[in-house]
């Protein structure tokens, strides 16, 4: 019984994502690839064999033929496709962010409890990256003691345009980060500081916050989206009888020209291939049973990363201290 | 159109190569699970949604829902089931070795050559692991300059039983390491020389081998079936103008009790996984286009390996460099 | 013409000290070992073959055979013993810090710019540290570009006693932080900000600190004094066009047990033993020649270290960032 | 009471000799530099304040007021100044080798057993290495069970001059590894096997040999004297329950245009600084003592390696394994 999947969006993340599907998705088909832009839908469709296109989101979701739903589509429309999706009771793994405004992460999260059932799964991949899956589980084996940090550096080569702001490191980049922490630590953010330093140049200069969770933890985060020397995510958990601390994954090294050296990549994507694909494994086993995974993101994880980010915002903007003021957590999302 | 896949043999190999082929190979099915012992193979078709099992090989290979076969079964058998599998015109995936015998490795060539088709791929994963593909893409790519010496250590943990012999840890563990420094080097053995040193107890002892390419490049290897302390697996390719070494594969790091450590895998499987199921999604493609992939193990390759490891039992017993007699390479395996 | 040294203190610093003048300093001479406690001096000296010992360091600074001094006494008296050595004309290395208060600092500068001579030179003996040395040198050779960032790590196994505040942190063990940062970054301070997680239990939880320099840099500093896994110091440097980052001194590594491991010192005496022996061998070329170590940390050095010091203090007890006002730098120092 | 000291030889090695007595060993005085270019001589002895220099060997011996010697000569000189000293009753410290030739060696032996005393040091200072001195206590403390293998890799840059042959690897370069495994393992060898790859230019070409011991371990050699990449030195000490390998040492790494790279040195000097420190300050003590310090090289052992290298330049000419026929090992030496 293949689970017929239509990916919204043929952009980089949504061809990225029929990719899985079409490739490495056994028991999933690709059933259309939706994309305002026809073409590109079609190309993406064409390249992977993909049953069927079209250029209208509401529609794809409707069809009989579509079981389930990812959308990769910009992020302004996330909110509201996964919204549609719950309506039309099929399950959506929506791309990161479910929403740069918190409040339409509420709205999410009412339509969904409204339904009575788990639809929504939220684009953070980096749970399934087996570093953070490493950290977590040296966390519950008890080896480190009580969490206390977490130290998260996240470099990118450069923005991709000249005008990004710190602002926009914060809410597009950080939020991984911010997930991937909590997801971690297993609790929720309490308060938030951040500040930058300055460039000799125009470009944005890298973003540190340092977060408190409600369990008194820290999160020491760098958001550096001009680091110019490779794609290089970074994290360490500290805790009080040890820390465990992310390894670069690497599969040689060369010794030249009195030099030894690994290569970083130039972007994300194969640093996270298979955390992309643990992620929507999860996800079709999550159409398959109903169950909604232990480890994925939901509407709730969504709403806490725009929260953080908007307060983050305004902490950079103010210089202070900003309190992070989550509504308590529905029992639904327990 | 997805291609049915018999699976023969369904021990640890055999069962590994079935569940890539249920879980990790869009566009093939799992048609068979064959095995002498029924009841085995009917366990590990159930968990795998198997569409049917057998305990006769030769059945299996002649099944008209069958497209392709996976010869996992023991190791004396692989010769006979892969010409089984060219006389019915079937592509076969042989799990190494294509025989511990270079006089049987001879006769599926000739088989094969007789077919007058390229039929035959050898499951010398290592091949697509990712280390050596750098390793091997450095050497293309002239950074290495020209190539001197490969050094390849295999450490297993511990032999499966005490009446393990050096003789065996060249016939059964060594050829990897022949076949990938063979791949690497692009090059065929003229002789090899080995020795052991002397254990406290009645353990195999590892064996280390010097050979001579007819390039004339030395590769240095260690087998050692007893290491102890971990299942670990280096190489490392010297070249006239620098060097590339293979890196762990890691994903986290442990601070705690005065000591940073990485874990070892305890055997082969983390290690190669993603290295198996690239190798077979390359048999995939070789069955649904006939091309054999390019960096796959042959007929030719299961020979060379084969010849070089019982050359090397016979230097480890005399003691002195012995010579290896290959055959010329035929041209259908150019 | 062997320059006589009186070292003050005979705890476990000043015993260094006089170890590290009786045993690697050529040209050096261990004249007095000088302590409150007259058998403590004496037990030093025997070991180390001084010429003398004694128990009033004022009357030690007056001796006519001694040419310089190493004041290692508890950190009360740092600042009066060095002013009573610059009174005396005499070269001194006081150990870190010159004073926990910034005045008395202000209050040994004011003294050694009356002698209208160099003569302070203060124990921040990082600065000699090979690491840093290399971190300082990448930024210079313009590798890196325009420095944006420091993170500075350092990881102590356990408080000595359990009464040690987050202030003592700030006051006892950040002041290496805080130095070398500036030292590598040729900076000062502008503002900090300074935040700690809550522990388990009553021990002393770490700081965690962001600093910002008149140069728009921010230094990310975690002080953690009960660590528990090690001694563990860790520092980068990131700059516009790349980093640089401290590599722990390894010498091997050991794999045993499904480990790959490295040993952590359980204090700091073995990483920064060269550093010590280095710092020692400038202060005594600096009574040689008259002419201050190019990399040595001055007074005014001390002063910086304490003021931001006590800055930070203030910072984590108000949550807020807190500007570093220092004075401007006499020309005695540039 | 200082130990005035006189070193023969004013080249790099000489050089650096005088270098560690005038700048790093408190208790010794750099009494005469000796070389037989009288300018060479006062070149380094005025740099680094020696009181004398002098042509001719045998009369600085013979002087008065010249306590212990060093000898860093041409090779061929070695072995006769290393009697001269021992008839002279003065101890000696002769860099490697003490001889080319295993029949001098012996005759240094006798002259030293006629003596009565231990006087002869022979300066493979590797076994003060800290890496060796881990790898060796590692094997004493039981961790890693019997010793089985060595793997002793050495590289450098490129040999001084253009017909450097693989002969003059064993003899010149490879003493080392034989010294160093000896020393580690605690064994003597029984045979030795070697073998070149083919390089592309008419530079010498890797030299590969495998020794047997007396305890039946293997140690694994690789000569590699124009490996261009860097000087680098590697070691692996294999035994039952684990292994242990020497760690690069390093003090940062940079992360730089897509790579994160450390850096190689282009010569032995940085690596090996400290270890030649160890070296002479052992000297020193035993020059001061009379007792021959516990893991300094003797004439015995310096006799072992020079056997082993002509065992080893006919092993390469005949590829077979040779026997090593060492003579019993006095009472003198044990």
């Known amino acids: 019984m293949t689970v017929r999947i239509a990916v919204i969006g043929a952009g980089i993340m949504g061809a990225d994502h029929a990719r899985i599907v079409a490739e490495d998705l056994p028991g999933a088909c690709l059933q259309v690839v939706c994309d305002m832009d026809g073409a590109r839908a079609r190309g993406v469709a064409e390249t992977l064999g993909a049953v069927d296109t079209a250029t209208d989101p509401g529609a794809v979701i409707a069809r009989d033929d579509v079981d389930a739903v990812i959308v990769a589509s910009p992020d302004a429309t996330h909110a509201d496709l996964s919204i549609s999706c719950i309506r039309a009771g099929k399950p959506v793994m929506c791309e990161k962010p479910l929403s740069a405004s918190s409040d339409d992460c509420l709205r999410v999260m009412e339509a969904e409890q409204a339904s009575g059932t788990r639809l929504v799964q939220v684009g953070f991949m980096r749970r399934f990256d087996q570093s953070y899956v ?34 926009m490191a914060i809410t597009n980049s950080a939020p991984h980060e911010f997930d991937v922490a909590r997801h971690v630590l297993g609790a929720e953010y309490a308060s938030i500081w951040a500040a930058q330093p300055t460039r000799s140049d125009d470009r944005v200069a890298p973003v540190v916050m ?12 760098e958001i550096n989206n001009n680091a110019a020397y490779g794609y290089d995510v970074r994290g360490e958990l500290v805790g009080e009888a040890g820390s465990v601390s992310m390894a670069p994954v690497l599969h040689s090294r060369l010794d030249s020209a009195l030099s030894n050296s690994s290569r970083y990549d ?48 305004k902490a950079l903007a103010t210089g202070n201290t900003e309190p992070v003021r989550m509504i308590d957590r529905p029992a639904f999302y327990a």
């Open 134 to 167: 490493e950290m977590k589980a040296a966390l519950d084996e008890g080896i480190l003691g009580r969490a206390l940090m977490m130290h998260n550096f996240h470099r990118n080569v450069a923005t991709p345009n000249a005008d990004f702001t710190g602002a």
């Open 210 to 221: 340092v977060l408190r969770t409600t369990g008194g933890q820290l999160v020491n985060i």
């Open 266 to 313: 130039a972007d994300w994507r194969g640093r996270y291939a298979e955390a992309y694909r643990r992620q929507n494994r999860a996800f079709l086993r999550f159409v398959e049973t109903g169950r909604f995974p232990d480890i994925a993101a939901s509407a709730w994880d969504g709403y806490a990363a725009a929260l953080v980010a908007e307060t983050g915002v």
